[in-house]
C-alpha cells in the first residue's frame, strides 16, 4: 500500500520571506501614512485606523502575491506580527510609566480600543491576502483558456 501523503502544516504553509516582504512594506507604508497625515488627523481615530488597514492591506497583498498561495494565511502571519510589536512596545511604555511614577498613571485599560485595532490589523492584511489569491485564480484561468484555444 502506497503511503497517505502528509498535509502540510500550518507552518509549512507560511511563507516567512513574503511574510517579511509584506510586514516591511506595511511598516513603511504605515510610517510614511503618518508623517504624511500627522498633523490633519491629529484627533480622528478613524482616519487613523483607515490609513492603518490600507497599509496592512497593502502588506498582506503584496506578501499573498509574492508567497503565490495562501494570501489570507501569510496576512494573518503579517497581522499577528504588527499585533505582538505594537502590544511589546506598549507594554514596555506602560512599564516604564508605572516604575517612574506608579501604578496609578495608567488608568483604566482600553478593551474596545484594543480589540479593534487588532480588527483592523487582522482584517486590513487578510483582505489583501484573498485579493491577491483571488488575482491569481483569476490570471491562472485566463492563461489556461488561452492556452485551451491556442491549440484549436
Known sequence: MAAQPQAESLTSVIRWRAVALGSVVAFLLSVAFGQVSAESIEGNLGA????????MFV??????RYAGRFGVIQ???IAVIFILIGA??????????????????????????LILGDLVHLTGACTGGWL?????VRRE???NVSRGNAGR
Not at 48 to 55: E, S, Y
Not at 59 to 64: E, P
Not at 132 to 136: H, T, V
Open 48 to 55: 487613523r485606523a483607515a490609513l492603518l488597514f490600507v497599509a
Open 59 to 64: 502588506g498582506g497583498f503584496a506578501a499573498g
Open 75 to 77: 496576512g494573518v502571519a
Open 88 to 113: 511589546s512596545i506598549k507594554a514596555w511604555v506602560e512599564i516604564d510609566l508605572a516604575t517612574r511614577f506608579g501604578p496609578g498613571v495608567l488608568g483604566p485599560m482600553d478593551m474596545g480600543g
Open 132 to 136: 491577491a489569491d483571488s488575482l491569481a
Open 141 to 143: 484561468r485566463r492563461n
